[in-house]
């Protein structure tokens, strides 16, 4: 029988994984703003006034920073995926409430998808743009289901989901968390813009 934590060791458990977030969180901007060569990792440390050497606490080095960065923001959007498909009473529903959710996951989900390349570890990569293809096909899934069930106007559903996916993860290039307006308030007005598009006239 596995011996039962304690709560100190609960504690500290926790406290590991904020800063994990905070450091995945960091990362992923930068990535994001700046681009991974760009990107050093005492640039990391010192966005978050921590020394270099604590990043290794965490990661074994640059590229493994940004497999980590992807994996949590593939775990992140399939999850939102998921609660879009289960909430949405039609395929427009399920897009709006895809884009919200994934906004409220914060820059956690910001995944820097032009640098997937920078990933050394081949079999690791090769399963991240696995999961990323599967991804588009499930959002290219809503439009086809908006289009049948007359929610979404008739459209080329790989073109529109290539705009709308396009368009939301180039907002991640110049969002900033210190900005004047909320992930979420972006979104809102960026929906305003995709439902003029997909609403049958």
């Not at 106007?153 to 529109?160: G, L, N, Q, R, V």
Request: glycine share 4%; with cysteine; net charge negative.
């Amino acid at each position: 029988m596995a011996e039962k934590k304690s709560s100190w060791d609960l504690a500290k458990g926790e406290q590991l994984r904020l800063k994990q977030e905070a450091l995945l969180e960091e990362a992923a901007i930068l990535f994001n703003h700046k681009g991974y060569s760009a990107t050093s990792l005492e640039d990391i440390a010192e966005r978050l006034n921590i020394t270099k050497t604590a990043i290794y606490h965490y990661v074994k080095n640059k590229s493994d920073l940004l497999y980590q960065c992807y994996l949590r923001a593939m775990d992140a959007t399939e999850e939102c995926y998921e609660k879009a498909d289960a909430s949405g009473a039609n395929g427009l529903e399920k897009i709006v409430h895809y884009l919200r959710l994934d906004a409220a996951s914060g820059p956690i989900a910001m995944t820097p998808l032009s640098e997937l390349d920078s990933i050394k570890n081949e079999t690791a990569r090769n399963k991240l743009a696995a999961r990323l293809d599967q991804c588009e096909i499930q959002f290219q899934n809503f439009i086809i289901e908006g289009i049948k069930d007359g929610s979404i106007a008739e459209c080329d559903p790989k073109m529109t989901m290539q705009f709308i996916l396009g368009a939301s993860r180039w907002t991640m290039k110049w969002y900033s968390p210190k900005g004047q307006k909320a992930l979420s308030e972006i979104v809102e007005e960026f929906l305003i813009f995709v439902l003029k598009g997909l609403i049958p006239r």
